[in-house]
């Protein structure tokens, strides 16, 4: 693994929602952050590589133990060994890592799900991990912070999944539950060959309602207590969940155009919501 890896992380950052929910966090939780993003990039990254399931499986699996020798400060890249003083500054539970590892390794040997249930893990240990991981940086009052930060991922998993279906098909991945193709009978033959009907919009909308039922799930264990503290986490709420209603306004028609939120609505959602739950106790 080139050490030269890490050099776009930052450019990539920047076009990402996350970049905005993490304009408002204090300093030092914002580089901490900072640094676990780019720690779960880097492991996506290598899913995503055109090469072979093989060489993608013994990269993730070298950057497995590098994770591990930076625990004690013998990793060969700086950003595992800065993750490691991160671990130890916040106390995060080592097994939130572990489990995102395994989500990654699911990609690189699934590309179906046969029921909800089996997508639920997936989205679990590739989503919220990362919040949870979040959730030790971020800081709480509450324990139920937590339930909050593992069915917001699932929430924003689930509405990733809805924008990037026709994305997914062409490389061959089904990330919707077999079991909803069959709900309402839309083959993978029509889903790979893009056609957008009643039968896709009543699933599409079927899913969109999951999605929804996650996000006030989400919202129903974060105590207003929690929300300044949470605030980066409450912007990438609120453009997911944009995200999601403009995916509903455009009928579910995914393959027609990739569904995104405007640069200046993120803005707008990050002044918002900034300006609802600021505190000055959020340091």
């Not at 970049?19 to 880097?42: D, G, H, Q, T």
């Not at 924008?163 to 077999?178: E, F, S, T």
């Not at 569904?259 to 993120?266: A, G, M, P």
Request: net charge positive; glycine share 4%.
């Amino acid at each position: 693994m080139d050490h030269s890896i890490t050099a776009n992380i930052i450019d990539k950052n920047k076009k990402s929602n996350f970049y905005y929910s993490f304009l408002m966090l204090p300093k030092p939780k914002r580089e901490a952050i900072n640094v676990v993003y780019a720690w779960c990039r880097i492991a996506d990254d290598i899913v995503d590589e055109d090469a072979s399931i093989y060489a993608k499986h013994q990269l993730l699996v070298q950057w497995g133990k590098e994770f591990e020798l930076g625990l004690v400060g013998e990793s060969r890249y700086q950003l595992v060994n800065r993750l490691a003083q991160i671990i130890k500054r916040f106390n995060i539970p080592l097994d939130h890592f572990n489990e995102l590892i395994k989500g990654m390794e699911m990609d690189l040997v699934k590309t179906r799900y046969e029921t909800f249930r089996d997508l639920k893990e997936y989205c679990y240990r590739v989503a919220s991990t990362v919040g949870l991981i979040c959730t030790e940086i971020f800081g709480y009052k509450h324990e139920e912070a937590k339930e909050y930060s593992i069915n917001l991922g699932i929430a924003l998993q689930l509405t990733n999944i809805l924008r990037d279906v026709a994305a997914d098909a062409k490389k061959g991945r089904i990330y919707l539950p077999l079991e909803d193709l069959d709900r309402f009978g839309y083959s993978e033959e029509e889903l790979f060959a893009g056609k957008y009907n009643v039968k896709f919009r009543r699933m599409m909308k079927y899913e969109a309602e999951r999605a929804r039922w996650y996000f006030a799930e989400a919202i129903r264990h974060l105590s207003e207590d929690d929300k300044p503290l949470f605030i980066a986490a409450l912007i990438m709420q609120e453009i997911y969940f944009r995200l999601l209603q403009d995916i509903e306004s455009a009928e579910y028609n995914v393959f027609k155009n990739r569904i995104k939120v405007s640069n200046t609505k993120k803005l707008r959602i990050t002044f918002n919501v900034w300006w609802k739950h600021r505190s000055p106790k959020n340091t």
